[in-house]
């Protein structure tokens, strides 16, 4: 089991707003990145740090920590934002740890 | 644009030792603050991480993988390997190859991965 968890599944209608989250203690010290996985395809790095997006990412996908909580926010969804979302960080020990992924339909 | 690619074999016998090497292009391995990782997603599962090794070759392992893994790089060939020894049917995943960066402006993140290759233990 991994020490930072994720809802399994959430749902958005098409052009709403949808919050994704990772729970573990170690965000309260280390920084977590997010990442995208389309169906058959690599992940993707989308968010790090406090809230920085990599070139080519919409600025509708957005992030923030609070104690030990990490969103990515997808403001207005599209259609293909619809994917898995995983969280990565450290754990306790401070080894690099994946969150369980959160699988994201645009309904 | 950095690129990266795994290589090899894509069906391995149980208790053998699976291979992989993952060559970088448009980047060295040798640049301060990146580190290059193995990522393994086993069919319909998550993310895991394998390991991940510095240019000079200090490697961190996965502690559920560490008696089992090593991870090596080759500056000379711009090119680091992953070593799974004694393999069983639960290690059939994707395989991922990724560049790590640990600079003030990427924050520890994963920012390139290579397009992944399936490995199966069968015999």
């Known amino acids: 089991s991994s020490e930072l968890t994720q809802d399994p599944a959430v749902s958005v209608a098409l052009g709403q707003t949808v919050r994704i989250t990772c729970q573990g203690d170690?965000?309260?010290?280390?920084?977590v990145s997010w990442y995208q996985q389309r169906p058959g395809q690599a992940p993707v790095l989308v968010l790090h740090?406090?809230?920085k997006r990599p070139s080519g990412i919409p600025d509708r996908f957005s992030g923030s920590t609070s104690g030990n909580t990490g969103s990515l926010t997808i403001t207005g969804a599209q259609a293909e934002d619809e994917a898995d979302y995983y969280c990565h960080s450290r754990d306790s020990s401070g080894n690099r740890v994946f969150g369980g992924g959160t699988k994201l339909t645009v309904l | 644009q950095v690129q990266l690619q795994e290589s090899g074999p894509g069906l391995v016998k149980p208790s053998e030792t699976l291979s992989l090497t993952c060559t970088v292009s448009g980047d060295s391995i040798s640049r301060d603050y990146y580190y290059w990782g193995w990522i393994r997603q086993s069919p319909g599962k998550g993310l895991e991480w394998m390991g991940t090794v510095y240019k000079s070759g200090s490697p961190n392992y996965s502690p559920s993988l560490k008696s089992r893994v090593t991870i090596s790089v080759d500056t000379s060939k711009n090119h680091f390997s992953l070593n799974l020894t004694s393999v069983i049917a639960a290690d059939t995943a994707v395989y991922y190859c990724?560049?790590?960066?640990?600079?003030?402006?990427?924050?520890?993140?994963?920012?390139?991965w290579g397009q992944g290759t399936m490995v199966t233990v069968s015999s």
């Open positions: 170690s965000l309260r010290s280390y920084y």
């Open positions: 740090g406090y809230n």
């Open positions: 990724a560049r790590f960066c640990s600079t003030n402006t990427c924050y520890e993140a994963f920012d390139i």
